[in-house]
Protein backbone atom coordinates (compact mmCIF):
# COMPACT_ATOMS: atom_id res chain seq x y z
CA UNK A 1 0.00 0.00 0.00
CA UNK A 2 1.01 3.51 -0.83
CA UNK A 3 0.57 4.77 2.83
CA UNK A 4 2.72 2.06 4.41
CA UNK A 5 5.56 2.98 5.76
CA UNK A 6 8.68 0.96 6.42
CA UNK A 7 9.57 -0.31 10.09
CA UNK A 8 11.92 2.14 12.34
CA UNK A 9 15.03 0.26 13.85
CA UNK A 10 16.87 2.08 16.56
CA UNK A 11 20.31 0.34 16.92
CA UNK A 12 23.40 1.38 18.80
CA UNK A 13 24.67 1.66 15.38
CA UNK A 14 22.68 4.49 14.42
CA UNK A 15 21.86 6.05 17.56
CA UNK A 16 24.59 7.15 19.91
CA UNK A 17 23.29 4.91 23.19
CA UNK A 18 23.25 6.92 26.35
CA UNK A 19 26.43 7.26 28.22
CA UNK A 20 24.81 5.12 31.80
CA UNK A 21 26.86 4.33 34.57
CA UNK A 22 26.24 2.35 37.47
CA UNK A 23 26.18 4.94 40.21
CA UNK A 24 25.39 9.01 39.36
CA UNK A 25 26.86 11.79 41.22
CA UNK A 26 25.65 12.63 44.51
CA UNK A 27 22.32 14.14 44.15
CA UNK A 28 22.91 14.18 40.30
CA UNK A 29 21.46 11.46 37.59
CA UNK A 30 23.43 8.59 36.31
CA UNK A 31 25.47 10.11 33.49
CA UNK A 32 29.11 10.34 33.70
CA UNK A 33 28.57 14.33 34.30
CA UNK A 34 25.38 13.93 36.46
CA UNK A 35 22.82 14.74 34.38
CA UNK A 36 19.63 13.14 34.92
CA UNK A 37 19.78 10.18 31.87
CA UNK A 38 15.96 10.26 30.07
CA UNK A 39 14.70 8.25 27.20
CA UNK A 40 11.64 9.69 25.58
CA UNK A 41 9.63 7.49 23.22
CA UNK A 42 8.66 10.11 21.01
CA UNK A 43 9.39 13.70 19.60
CA UNK A 44 6.53 15.53 21.92
CA UNK A 45 7.58 13.84 24.76
CA UNK A 46 11.31 14.52 24.38
CA UNK A 47 10.04 18.63 24.19
CA UNK A 48 8.69 18.67 27.34
CA UNK A 49 11.10 16.51 28.79
CA UNK A 50 14.06 18.78 27.30
CA UNK A 51 12.28 21.94 28.54
CA UNK A 52 11.38 21.05 32.11
CA UNK A 53 14.78 19.37 32.45
CA UNK A 54 16.95 22.12 30.89
CA UNK A 55 20.74 21.81 31.37
CA UNK A 56 20.30 19.33 33.72
CA UNK A 57 19.40 16.23 31.34
CA UNK A 58 20.44 14.64 28.72
CA UNK A 59 17.48 13.57 26.47
CA UNK A 60 17.39 10.69 23.56
CA UNK A 61 14.42 10.21 21.62
CA UNK A 62 14.01 6.40 21.02
CA UNK A 63 12.11 7.32 17.70
CA UNK A 64 15.06 8.49 14.69
CA UNK A 65 14.87 11.62 13.41
CA UNK A 66 11.89 11.50 10.52
CA UNK A 67 10.60 8.31 11.47
CA UNK A 68 7.16 7.47 12.51
CA UNK A 69 6.70 6.11 15.81
CA UNK A 70 3.99 3.85 15.64
CA UNK A 71 6.20 1.43 13.46
CA UNK A 72 9.33 2.28 15.96
CA UNK A 73 11.33 -1.23 16.60
CA UNK A 74 14.45 -1.49 19.47
CA UNK A 75 17.42 -3.46 18.86
CA UNK A 76 18.22 -5.39 22.32
CA UNK A 77 20.47 -2.85 23.30
CA UNK A 78 18.33 0.00 22.89
CA UNK A 79 16.22 -2.04 25.06
CA UNK A 80 18.82 -2.65 27.78
CA UNK A 81 18.78 1.26 27.84
CA UNK A 82 15.25 1.62 28.67
CA UNK A 83 15.96 -0.35 31.78
CA UNK A 84 19.28 1.63 32.45
CA UNK A 85 17.99 5.46 32.39
CA UNK A 86 17.48 7.24 35.14
CA UNK A 87 13.36 8.27 33.85
CA UNK A 88 11.63 6.99 31.07
CA UNK A 89 8.50 9.39 29.43
CA UNK A 90 5.99 7.35 26.77
CA UNK A 91 2.67 6.80 25.91
CA UNK A 92 1.35 3.37 26.19
CA UNK A 93 -0.19 1.46 23.78
CA UNK A 94 1.32 4.27 20.74
CA UNK A 95 4.57 2.00 20.42
CA UNK A 96 4.39 -1.78 21.36
CA UNK A 97 8.09 -2.13 21.06
CA UNK A 98 8.27 0.42 24.05
CA UNK A 99 5.48 -1.34 26.03
CA UNK A 100 7.33 -4.37 25.85
CA UNK A 101 10.55 -3.35 26.59
CA UNK A 102 8.93 -1.18 29.51
CA UNK A 103 7.30 -4.45 30.60
CA UNK A 104 10.63 -6.47 30.93
CA UNK A 105 13.00 -3.70 31.97
CA UNK A 106 10.97 -2.01 34.64
CA UNK A 107 12.50 1.89 34.40
CA UNK A 108 13.44 3.49 38.38
CA UNK A 109 11.29 6.29 37.30
CA UNK A 110 8.62 5.93 34.26
CA UNK A 111 6.04 8.86 33.14
CA UNK A 112 3.52 7.36 31.47
CA UNK A 113 1.55 10.36 29.69
CA UNK A 114 -1.57 8.23 29.55
CA UNK A 115 -1.86 8.42 33.46
CA UNK A 116 -2.19 12.09 33.26
CA UNK A 117 -3.67 13.05 29.98
CA UNK A 118 -7.48 11.69 29.39
CA UNK A 119 -7.33 10.47 25.85
CA UNK A 120 -10.59 10.42 23.96
CA UNK A 121 -12.44 7.78 22.38
CA UNK A 122 -11.66 7.83 18.23
CA UNK A 123 -15.07 8.14 18.14
CA UNK A 124 -15.24 11.48 19.82
CA UNK A 125 -12.06 12.45 18.11
CA UNK A 126 -13.49 11.40 14.72
CA UNK A 127 -10.58 8.99 13.89
CA UNK A 128 -12.93 6.06 13.40
CA UNK A 129 -14.92 7.46 10.44
CA UNK A 130 -13.54 6.28 7.69
CA UNK A 131 -13.21 3.16 8.85
CA UNK A 132 -16.69 3.22 9.75
CA UNK A 133 -17.11 3.73 6.01
CA UNK A 134 -15.35 1.12 5.10
CA UNK A 135 -16.89 -1.41 7.32
CA UNK A 136 -20.42 -0.19 5.83
CA UNK A 137 -19.08 -0.97 1.90
CA UNK A 138 -17.88 -4.36 3.25
CA UNK A 139 -21.25 -5.15 4.66
CA UNK A 140 -22.89 -3.70 1.22
CA UNK A 141 -20.67 -6.32 -0.53
CA UNK A 142 -21.92 -9.17 1.96
CA UNK A 143 -25.03 -8.83 0.66
CA UNK A 144 -24.31 -9.28 -2.92
CA UNK A 145 -21.91 -12.40 -1.54
CA UNK A 146 -24.95 -14.35 -0.49
CA UNK A 147 -26.64 -14.59 -3.47
CA UNK A 148 -23.79 -16.98 -4.16
CA UNK A 149 -24.55 -19.04 -1.15
CA UNK A 150 -22.23 -17.16 1.20
CA UNK A 151 -22.56 -17.52 4.41
CA UNK A 152 -23.24 -13.66 5.66
CA UNK A 153 -22.84 -14.67 9.26
CA UNK A 154 -19.41 -15.62 9.35
CA UNK A 155 -18.12 -13.04 7.20
CA UNK A 156 -20.19 -10.24 9.61
CA UNK A 157 -18.24 -11.40 12.76
CA UNK A 158 -14.72 -11.41 10.82
CA UNK A 159 -15.80 -7.65 9.59
CA UNK A 160 -16.81 -6.46 13.19
CA UNK A 161 -13.62 -8.32 14.65
CA UNK A 162 -11.22 -6.85 11.94
CA UNK A 163 -13.82 -3.30 12.44
CA UNK A 164 -12.89 -3.22 15.85
CA UNK A 165 -9.09 -3.71 15.54
CA UNK A 166 -8.70 -1.15 13.36
CA UNK A 167 -10.38 1.57 15.29
CA UNK A 168 -7.82 0.91 17.93
CA UNK A 169 -10.12 2.53 20.73
CA UNK A 170 -8.69 5.80 22.15
CA UNK A 171 -6.82 7.99 19.76
CA UNK A 172 -3.50 9.07 20.80
CA UNK A 173 -2.54 12.21 19.25
CA UNK A 174 -3.28 14.31 22.92
CA UNK A 175 -0.03 16.47 22.18
CA UNK A 176 -1.73 18.50 18.94
CA UNK A 177 -3.77 19.84 21.99
CA UNK A 178 -1.53 22.16 23.29
CA UNK A 179 -3.50 22.41 26.88
CA UNK A 180 -3.20 18.25 27.07
CA UNK A 181 0.78 18.29 26.27
CA UNK A 182 1.30 20.98 29.48
CA UNK A 183 -0.45 18.22 31.37
CA UNK A 184 2.56 16.06 31.32
CA UNK A 185 4.77 18.45 32.43
CA UNK A 186 4.89 18.37 36.05
CA UNK A 187 4.46 14.26 35.66
CA UNK A 188 8.10 14.22 34.40
CA UNK A 189 9.16 17.21 36.61
CA UNK A 190 8.13 15.35 39.42
CA UNK A 191 9.85 11.94 37.83
CA UNK A 192 13.43 14.29 37.15
CA UNK A 193 13.13 15.16 40.96
CA UNK A 194 13.17 11.45 41.80
CA UNK A 195 15.76 11.26 40.24
CA UNK A 196 17.53 14.21 40.94
CA UNK A 197 16.35 15.68 44.49
CA UNK A 198 18.70 18.30 44.60
CA UNK A 199 17.14 20.23 41.66
CA UNK A 200 13.23 19.43 42.02
CA UNK A 201 12.99 23.18 42.48
CA UNK A 202 14.63 23.86 39.42
CA UNK A 203 12.38 20.96 37.43
CA UNK A 204 9.25 22.34 38.95
CA UNK A 205 9.91 26.05 38.13
CA UNK A 206 10.55 24.92 34.41
CA UNK A 207 7.47 22.87 34.14
CA UNK A 208 5.37 25.75 35.41
CA UNK A 209 6.97 27.97 32.86
CA UNK A 210 6.56 25.26 29.78
CA UNK A 211 2.83 25.17 31.07
CA UNK A 212 2.95 28.89 30.55
CA UNK A 213 4.39 28.72 27.15
CA UNK A 214 1.73 26.00 26.38
CA UNK A 215 -0.98 28.11 27.63
CA UNK A 216 0.41 31.37 25.31
CA UNK A 217 0.59 28.85 22.49
CA UNK A 218 -2.99 27.64 22.73
CA UNK A 219 -4.60 31.34 23.14
CA UNK A 220 -2.77 32.58 19.95
CA UNK A 221 -4.23 29.57 18.17
CA UNK A 222 -7.82 30.17 19.10
CA UNK A 223 -7.76 33.49 18.21
CA UNK A 224 -6.43 32.95 14.97
CA UNK A 225 -9.20 29.98 14.07
CA UNK A 226 -12.04 31.55 15.85
CA UNK A 227 -13.24 32.84 12.64
CA UNK A 228 -12.83 29.60 11.10
CA UNK A 229 -14.98 27.63 13.66
CA UNK A 230 -17.29 24.89 11.96
CA UNK A 231 -14.70 25.08 9.12
CA UNK A 232 -14.22 21.56 7.72
CA UNK A 233 -10.88 20.09 7.52
CA UNK A 234 -10.05 17.58 5.47
CA UNK A 235 -6.84 15.60 5.86
CA UNK A 236 -5.58 12.10 4.74
CA UNK A 237 -5.54 10.40 8.04
CA UNK A 238 -7.32 11.34 11.01
CA UNK A 239 -4.50 12.48 13.39
CA UNK A 240 -5.80 15.71 14.47
CA UNK A 241 -9.01 15.16 16.11
CA UNK A 242 -7.79 16.69 19.70
CA UNK A 243 -6.63 19.73 17.40
CA UNK A 244 -10.42 19.72 15.31
CA UNK A 245 -12.14 19.47 19.03
CA UNK A 246 -9.93 22.41 20.94
CA UNK A 247 -10.31 24.87 18.37
CA UNK A 248 -13.97 24.24 16.48
CA UNK A 249 -12.93 22.96 13.57
CA UNK A 250 -14.67 19.48 11.97
CA UNK A 251 -12.26 16.81 11.09
CA UNK A 252 -12.98 14.97 7.90
CA UNK A 253 -10.31 11.77 7.34
CA UNK A 254 -9.27 10.41 3.83
CA UNK A 255 -8.36 7.47 5.91
CA UNK A 256 -8.91 6.79 9.88
CA UNK A 257 -6.30 6.04 12.49
CA UNK A 258 -4.71 3.34 10.58
CA UNK A 259 -2.48 5.14 8.57
CA UNK A 260 -1.96 2.06 6.55
CA UNK A 261 -5.67 1.88 5.37
CA UNK A 262 -6.22 2.27 1.41
CA UNK A 263 -9.05 4.35 0.84
CA UNK A 264 -11.97 2.67 -1.23
CA UNK A 265 -13.55 4.37 -4.73
CA UNK A 266 -16.50 5.27 -2.60
CA UNK A 267 -14.45 6.55 0.52
CA UNK A 268 -12.68 8.96 -2.30
CA UNK A 269 -15.75 9.85 -4.05
CA UNK A 270 -17.43 10.54 -0.43
CA UNK A 271 -14.65 13.12 0.19
CA UNK A 272 -14.88 15.03 -3.09
CA UNK A 273 -18.91 15.58 -2.84
CA UNK A 274 -17.79 16.68 1.06
CA UNK A 275 -15.40 19.13 -0.03
CA UNK A 276 -17.99 20.61 -2.50
CA UNK A 277 -20.73 20.75 -0.49
CA UNK A 278 -18.62 22.66 2.18
CA UNK A 279 -16.61 24.66 -0.01
CA UNK A 280 -13.40 23.25 1.05
CA UNK A 281 -10.41 25.00 -1.17
CA UNK A 282 -7.15 22.43 0.46
CA UNK A 283 -6.99 19.48 1.65
CA UNK A 284 -4.06 18.96 4.16
CA UNK A 285 -1.71 15.57 4.36
CA UNK A 286 0.10 14.95 6.96
CA UNK A 287 4.07 15.01 7.50
CA UNK A 288 5.76 11.24 7.55
CA UNK A 289 2.94 10.19 5.05
CA UNK A 290 3.29 10.04 1.25
CA UNK A 291 0.92 12.75 -0.35
CA UNK A 292 0.23 10.74 -3.09
CA UNK A 293 -3.72 10.58 -2.47
CA UNK A 294 -4.25 13.94 -1.69
CA UNK A 295 -2.74 15.68 -4.12
CA UNK A 296 -4.20 13.40 -6.53
CA UNK A 297 -7.28 13.84 -5.24
CA UNK A 298 -6.57 17.53 -5.12
CA UNK A 299 -5.96 17.77 -8.66
CA UNK A 300 -8.87 16.03 -9.37
CA UNK A 301 -11.90 17.89 -7.15
CA UNK A 302 -9.59 21.81 -8.46
CA UNK A 303 -8.41 21.74 -4.81
CA UNK A 304 -4.95 22.80 -3.32
CA UNK A 305 -3.25 20.30 -0.87
CA UNK A 306 -1.02 21.36 2.01
CA UNK A 307 1.17 19.98 4.63
CA UNK A 308 0.22 20.06 8.12
CA UNK A 309 2.35 18.85 10.82
CA UNK A 310 1.82 16.33 13.06
CA UNK A 311 4.38 16.03 15.27
CA UNK A 312 5.58 13.06 15.72
CA UNK A 313 9.11 13.77 14.75
CA UNK A 314 11.60 16.17 13.70
CA UNK A 315 13.30 15.96 10.20
CA UNK A 316 16.91 17.87 9.63
CA UNK A 317 15.57 20.51 8.40
CA UNK A 318 13.42 21.06 11.82
CA UNK A 319 16.66 20.91 13.19
CA UNK A 320 18.61 23.24 10.71
CA UNK A 321 15.91 25.99 11.43
CA UNK A 322 15.66 25.56 15.19
CA UNK A 323 12.92 24.65 15.29
CA UNK A 324 10.25 23.45 18.43
CA UNK A 325 7.19 21.87 19.15
CA UNK A 326 6.21 25.51 19.66
CA UNK A 327 7.51 27.22 16.26
CA UNK A 328 6.10 24.05 14.62
CA UNK A 329 2.13 24.21 15.94
CA UNK A 330 2.03 28.05 14.95
CA UNK A 331 3.26 26.79 11.58
CA UNK A 332 0.47 24.66 11.41
CA UNK A 333 -1.65 27.84 12.52
CA UNK A 334 -0.93 29.54 9.60
CA UNK A 335 -1.28 26.57 6.89
CA UNK A 336 -4.88 25.93 8.50
CA UNK A 337 -5.40 29.72 8.21
CA UNK A 338 -4.30 29.85 4.48
CA UNK A 339 -6.10 26.70 3.89
CA UNK A 340 -9.80 26.82 5.62
CA UNK A 341 -12.52 28.24 4.34
CA UNK A 342 -15.10 29.94 6.89
CA UNK A 343 -18.40 28.37 7.13
Known amino acids: MQLRRLAVVTSAALLTPLALTACGSPGGGGGADGHVQV ?14 GGDLVDVENLTPAAADPHDLELSPARAREIGSADVVVYLSGLQPAVDDAIAQ ?16 SASVTGGDQAEEHDHEDAHDADHADDADGHDHADDADADADEHDHDMGGNDPHFWLDPTLLAQVADPVADALAKADPDNAETFHANAADLVERLGALDQEMAAGLASFAGATLITNHTAFGYLAQRYGLEQVGITGLDHDTEPSPARLREIGQIARDHHVSTLFYETL ?7 TLATDQGLQSAVIDTLEGLDP ?3 KAGDDYISIMRRNLQTLQEGLVAP
Open 105 to 120: RAPANLVDAADHVKLL
Open 289 to 295: VSPRVVQ
Open 317 to 319: EHD
Open 39 to 52: LASFYPLQFVAEQV
